[in-house]
């Protein structure tokens, strides 16, 4: 089997190899960690709609009671934004969330939630791993409780106050809303916030199916056609929202766009969000530079961080960022959790719509600002071998891409290659995946196919 290694968020990997004993080892690090750190209240551990992940909880809740700790554990399966919110709101040492967000059925994962509700930064899961260790057989009597507790509540009420603070009213009453779950831990959450607000509701995949309908619960273009075809119908509903797995991340169709790209959507909501208020924004290295020029166009700033929430919750916390995000559809904003939460964007993006129409917030912003196209691809390649080949690019930087020249190299994370004319190609690792990630941005569609199409060419003598 391979190492347990927590990647860009948590360990995950096939139910081969994330079985019942590995995740206790995993409960005991995690149990061990605290206890040097000293940090001796309850911990929640949560769990998404797979088959297997109500029972890995318990295993870890188990652990977690063998040394000591009380557990709270949600009624069901719950969106993990709502763990990391229950950590701050009710003071716990940490949470564990069982969930491989939105990996096929054939995968699990877990991760571990610091007590200020972010992800988890290197030197915590570091910390972890070198603690990963067997538990001590059960004794006769168990120190800690387990208790069930309302996640749902306490989160529904702080994003609906929060929404409120930005929109004066959050009155969703006239707004239809088609939501798809994609059988995830959505259903029940995300849609019933909408409804609480007034929002008229059509579900799609809102019932419980561990095989996410024989699928991967990934927001994607691609895996959502229904909902697309549901609201770009002539008589169709005002607005489309989705989210993974585990809810912690969104994607929104819109009545004229069909699927909106996350991109377009986190500069709308940058440029909504600064109408009444100010602050600089936080993107991943992979996420579009329309962002920096809507800030630019409201004198803010633009902090850039690697891939993974973890860096853009660390980025928000030094530079007290009004909001931060990642093109795949993560992102939170100011006043709430340092988490990623697809359950409060889903309140806010219909805010939004229902205050002014998605799609002409980002017509505008695009004849502001230029037209602006991404898109991404994946090249295979072995957990084993990634470092090595990220290490080979180096020496082979070209000095242009697709015909054009390169201006720049930032080298945050993989190899960002920024050319003159302002697009720029993307080569890094996945963190979840074995397979390489090359990213394109430029003006139209045709030319970030042929810079996708150099960068895996690139790659081509080293993979």
Known sequence: MGAITFGTDGWRTTLEEFTTPRVRRVGQAVATYLA??????????????????????????????????????????????????????????????????????????????????????PEVTDAIADRLADPDPLPEAEHGTVREVDLVTPHADAALELVESIT?????????????????????????????????????????????????????????????????????????????????????????????????????????????DSGPAVRSVSTTFLIDRVAAAHGESVREVPVGFKWVAEAMADGDALVGGEESGGFTIRGHVREKDGVLIALLAAAMHAEEPIDDRVDRLLAEHGTVVQDKTSVACSDHEKARVIDSLEERIPDAVAGTAVEDVNTADGFKLQLVDGSWLLVRPSGTEPVLRVYAEATDGDRVDELLAAGEELLETLV
């Open 36 to 121: 040097d750190e000293g940090l001796e209240g309850p911990v929640v551990v949560g769990y998404d709609a797979r088959e297997s992940s109500r029972g890995f909880a318990e295993e870890l809740a188990r652990v977690l009671c063998t040394n000591g700790f009380d557990v709270v554990l949600p009624e069901r399966d719950r969106p993990t934004p709502l763990i990391a919110h229950a950590i701050v709101e009710r003071d716990l040492a940490g949470g564990l969330a069982v969930t491989a967000s939105h990996n096929p059925p054939e995968y699990n994962g877990v991760k571990f939630i610091p007590d200020d509700g972010a992800p988890a930064l």
């Open 168 to 276: 004066g009213d959050v009155d969703l009453s006239g707004l239809t809303v088609a939501y798809d779950a994609m059988h995830g831990s959505g259903r029940g959450t995300t849609d019933d916030l909408l409804s609480s607000a007034g929002a008229s509701l059509e579900g799609l995949r809102c019932e419980q199916d561990p095989t996410f309908g024989g699928g991967a619960p990934e927001p994607s273009a691609e895996n959502l056609t229904e909902l697309a075809d549901v609201v770009t119908d002539e008589d169709g509903p005002d607005l489309g929202i989705a989210n993974d797995g585990d809810a912690d991340r969104i994607a929104l169709v819109t009545p004229e766009r069909g699927f909106l790209d996350e991109n377009l959507f986190f500069a709308a909501l940058y440029d909504y969000l600064l109408a009444d």
